[in-house]
């Protein structure tokens, strides 16, 4: 896999595993992970889809667990695809997608529908969330105005729509599967055989922006 040249190389920090292979994954298309252990990974800041070696056999992983990738007893080994997952990992990526908005990050996404702003003179980014009409839209601007939203709850019953977080994670899903023009969270990674699409992807990266203007208390800009 290859990064966008045009975008500084981000890293994962804290990552989920998706799937555990304590034999291997005959399936895998890297050689060393067919008859090794191996796991697959989503990152929690970039939504990064990673296959990594365990360090020691002597430790046991879970899926779900969260891991500290610094110091860590594991090898990150590749950046790969959503369609290189396997069928447990992909059943389990909306489990942990919903536990980082809800439990790590729920702050920042609850913040991303006041700070949110339009991507081109039609297309507002909040648009790209499934059910996110023109009329949706308007009342989100209209009442993040009179008040800015605390929580996803508030945001449902203020706006009128129903399982915020089941939004968002189609979205941040569908940003996995790859194909779209712009990424408000998920760092978009491509290979020679997407590049032309890579090309012309636009990462907006929501939540490292908003994650910094958290954290300085500075002027949010897009």
């Known amino acids: 896999m290859q990064r966008r040249r045009d975008v500084k190389v981000r890293m994962e920090k804290i990552a989920y595993i998706l799937d555990y292979m304590r034999q291997g994954n005959p399936l895998d298309k890297h050689p060393q992970h067919k008859n090794r252990p191996v796991m697959q990974l989503l990152g929690e800041d970039y939504f990064m889809l990673m296959e990594a070696t365990p360090l020691s056999s002597n430790i046991d992983f879970q899926i779900e667990q969260k891991l500290e990738l610094e110091n860590s007893p594991i090898k990150i080994d590749f950046h790969i695809t959503y369609e290189d997952l396997t069928s447990v990992a992909k059943d389990e990526l909306p489990k942990v997608i919903r536990k980082i908005i809800t439990e790590d990050k729920s702050s920042i996404f609850v913040e991303f529908f006041n700070k949110a702003e ?18 949706t ?47 408000l969270f998920v760092y978009p990674l491509f290979d020679e055989k997407s590049k032309k699409l890579g090309e012309h992807s636009i990462y907006i990266g929501y939540l490292e922006k908003l994650g910094k203007y958290n954290e300085s208390g500075s002027t949010f800009s897009s």
């Open 137 to 183: 839209l308007r009342i989100i601007l209209e009442e993040r105005k009179k008040q800015p939203f605390v929580d996803f709850k508030d945001i449902e019953t203020r706006v009128g729509i129903k399982d915020v977080v089941g939004l968002l994670i189609e979205r941040i899903i569908k940003e996995l599967q790859g194909g779209e023009k712009y990424y």
């Open 118 to 135: 339009p991507l081109t003179l039609k297309l507002h980014a909040l648009e790209l969330l499934p059910n996110i009409g023109k009329k």
